[in-house]
């Protein structure tokens, strides 16, 4: 049940990626010290079968590794690899280390006649999908060539060869010619229904293609990227020409097809099932991606005007800065063609400005996960901008290691207030959808070094496998981790966060309206404060008009302590007589006119008579009398 989101994660990784060599306005920065030492001691590649992991029953008093390269990091690097063997379909291998998965989905593609077992599980189900699976690979590819040496301190290469190659061979398979691609195995409509073991996987498992006559432009580019940056792995990296120049030619067909089928169109058009978790927004920043690999890997110039024509389609009204997703890869565009044309004649000024206006909207934003729109101007020196990008990436590590405000490293199997309930049907050991939260009672495995998704917007989390949103897990997530922690395996003098932390989330006050109550509260204070003000202001300017209505009001009062004064003077018993004749006065009504003693004695309002006319003038209207 795999929704559209962004990887954060994959922006941090892109910044440390561009902090190693796509800002290079001066030859003599070193992006990262050169790393000699080797690993002093073994790696166990061994792993417990038991239901939980255990953990250190202390937390250290600093960060300070107690070695190089830190095992802690070296750990992590193993465990985010030791996921996509977790996610692994079809028939297993011999040294598979994860012994809690089964053979599955042996009969994928059986319904259009060719074989399409194997690959990875997208994220908790059985579906498989191309859109996210080529992201995943070129972005592990990448954080492999960047920081390749990393892998070799943690003795990891092998595990590296094994994940990508797990992949590639799948997407060999789902490129069975030059003019089809096939992008979806499963319904989503079964899969989502369904939450049990690898064993009993439902039916159907249909399988999708896009192709020359129904083209999906976006995949087929985003597939030509995999191809490509995996390409360059093997031949740079891991000494695998053969497989390399495979890989290439796969790369070049797929680009061809993406650019000459028509209409150039996204591919839920063609296969709408995707729909359901996968759909593509456009198709052009898939063009600028797949061109910008094929010119890493070709230096043929051709590529990179391609690339560069692209993102100018992209750009005709502003620079796009939107974060990085599987969708949108407009921001790593710019810093892949930044890095690749240092010390060429394509245009490397331009992409070097795209890459740090994108770097500087990126680390400008004011909060995790929170990114601004529009950039800033770039006043810094290039070492500067280094540094500010670097730590960005090392802010995201560390929140996703424990430094947030749950104390929450978002790994499963690394300490003891990681997740323990991840969205994934297999590691739950549970059987039915409707017991999905309750049935086991605990997770069954442990799904080592799986990312989920982690907290929401107020960094809240919630461990609950149902909510897939915070708690699954997907190839997408851990792509580009798998970089990071290459990049702290070769560069990092302390252990993650977590290393301090004691076990316990700590309890945070709630969220009303999306703010703390401790927000409220000073709202409300605020608002108090703000009304006293106010009304101080509006006093003073008003200081006359009290002053003057004080006043009156002191001498009414002054007035009705005479009256009482005289009152009390005259109430003694010497002047009764006199008291009862001033009150007899004050009581008496006034004399009134002779004509008027016959009315009121009669209980009428007395009328004054009207005045007379002149005997010989006209009688007015306004003088006649009343009735």
Same mark, same amino acid.
């Given at each position: ?22 800002l290079a306005q001066d030859n003599s920065i070193t992006a990262t010290p050169t790393v000699t030492a080797r690993p002093t001691l073994p790696v166990s590649k061994t792993w417990p079968t038991a239901s939980a992991p255990t953990y250190p029953d202390q937390p250290r008093d600093t960060q300070e590794s107690p070695s190089f390269p830190d095992p802690e990091y070296v750990k992590l690097l193993d465990y985010t690899l030791l996921f996509f063997e977790a996610q692994r379909s079809g028939k297993l291998p011999p040294d598979q280390r994860i012994t809690w998965r089964n053979d599955s989905a042996l009969n994928d593609g059986k319904d259009v006649g060719i ?15 191309? +859109? ?27 595990? *590296? ?34 939450? !049990?073991? @690898? ?8 399988? +999708?293609?896009?192709?020359? =006559? ?12 995999? +191809? ?12 695998? =020409? ?6 290439? =030619? ?22 709408p099932a995707v729909t359901c978790c996968y759909a593509s927004s456009d198709f052009v920043d898939e063009l600028a991606w797949g061109a910008a690999w094929m010119y890493k890997l070709t230096k043929n110039t051709l590529y990179a005007q391609k690339a560069a024509r692209y993102i100018d389609q992209l750009n005709i009204r502003s620079v796009q800065t939107s974060p990085v997703t599987w969708d949108d890869k407009c921001g790593i565009v710019y810093i892949l063609m930044a890095g690749a044309t240092v010390g060429t004649v394509d245009n490397n000024e331009k992409w070097q400005g795209l890459a740090e206006e994108f770097a500087q909207v990126t680390v ?18 290039? #070492? ?31 300490? /003891? ?5 991840? /969205? ?14 309750? +049935? ?26 149902? @909510? ?39 309890? *945070? ?46 001498? !009414? ?7 009482? /004064? ?35 004695? #009669? !209980? ?15 009688? *007015?209207?306004? @003088?006649?009398?009343?009735?």
């Open positions: 049940m795999k929704a559209a989101g962004y990887s954060l994660w994959a922006v941090g990784a892109s910044l440390a990626i561009f902090t190693t060599g796509a074989d399409l077992s194997g690959g990875y599980y997208d994220a908790g189900d059985y579906l498989k999908f191309i +859109f996210p699976l080529t992201f995943a690979l070129s972005q592990t590819c990448w954080g492999g060539l960047e920081f390749y040496e990393g892998y070799q301190l943690a003795d990891e290469t092998k595990y *590296l060869d094994q994940m990508v190659r797990w992949g590639m061979d799948w997407l060999i398979k789902a490129h069975p010619n030059n003019n089809t691609l096939f992008v979806q195995v499963g319904v989503s409509e079964v899969d989502n229904n369904y939450w !049990g073991p @690898d064993t009993h996987i439902p039916l159907p498992r249909n399988s +999708f293609q896009v192709n020359n =006559t129904h083209p999906g432009t976006d995949v087929m580019a985003d597939a030509a990227a995999a +191809f490509a940056s995996c390409s360059m792995l093997y031949r740079d990296k891991l000494n695998d =020409t053969a497989y390399a120049n495979i890989l290439q =030619t796969h790369a070049e067909s797929l680009f061809r097809l993406a650019e000459t089928a028509t209409p150039q169109q996204v591919y839920q058009t063609v296969v400008d934003a004011p909060k995790p996960c929170s990114f601004t729109k529009d950039g800033s101007s770039i006043s810094a020196s290039a #070492q500067e901008n280094i540094d500010r990008y670097r730590s960005f990436a090392l802010g995201q590590i560390n929140y996703l290691l424990g430094a947030n405000p749950l104390k929450t490293p978002y790994i499963v199997g690394v300490h /003891h207030n990681s997740p323990i309930n991840p /969205h994934s049907a297999p590691a739950s050991g549970g059987i039915s959808v409707d017991s999905i939260d309750t +049935f086991p009672e605990k997770e069954t495995y442990t799904i080592y070094g799986a990312l989920v998704g982690g907290p929401d917007k107020n960094d809240r989390f919630e461990d609950h496998r149902s @909510d897939w949103r915070q708690n699954e897990v997907a190839l997408d997530y851990n792509a580009p981790f798998n970089g990071l922690m290459a990049y702290q395996v070769m560069t990092s003098k302390l252990s993650p966060p977590y290393v301090t932390i004691p076990a316990g989330r700590p309890d *945070l006050p709630p969220i009303l309206n999306g703010m703390e109550v401790w927000q409220i509260i000073l709202i409300v204070i605020g608002s108090i404060f703000v009304a006293v003000a106010i009304g101080a202001i509006v006093c003073y300017r008003k200081r006359e008009q009290i002053r003057t209505w004080a006043a009156a009001r002191k001498q !009414g009062r002054v007035d009705n302590n005479a009256n009482k /004064h005289s009152m009390k003077n005259l109430s003694g018993p010497h002047n009764r007589n006199n008291q009862e004749a001033v009150v007899s006065n004050l009581a008496a009504p006034p004399p009134l006119p002779n004509g008027q003693e016959r009315a009121q004695s #009669q !209980g009428q309002r007395p009328v004054p008579a009207p005045p007379l006319p002149s005997r010989n003038g006209p009688i *007015l209207l306004e @003088d006649a009398q009343r009735m």
